[in-house]
């Protein structure tokens, strides 16, 4: 019973630790460029939508 207890203190460190590490990346100034990048190529280069509405 205590074998579970403890493990699963570590385990909640463990992925308490996880998840700040992803936040941390997320939030990274080094990754902004990036992220703003690939969330504006879906409005800038979508020539598709420009096709469409010229159809309409």
Do not use: H
Not at 36 to 42: I, P
Not at 45 to 55: E, W
């Amino acid at each position: 019973m205590e074998f579970m207890a403890i493990f699963q203190s570590i385990w909640t460190i463990v992925v308490m630790l996880a998840f700040f590490g992803v936040i941390a990346w997320a939030y990274d100034k080094k990754r902004k460029t990036t992220f703003n990048n690939a969330a504006n190529s879906l409005i800038e280069d979508d020539d598709s939508i420009r096709r469409s509405n010229n159809n309409v």
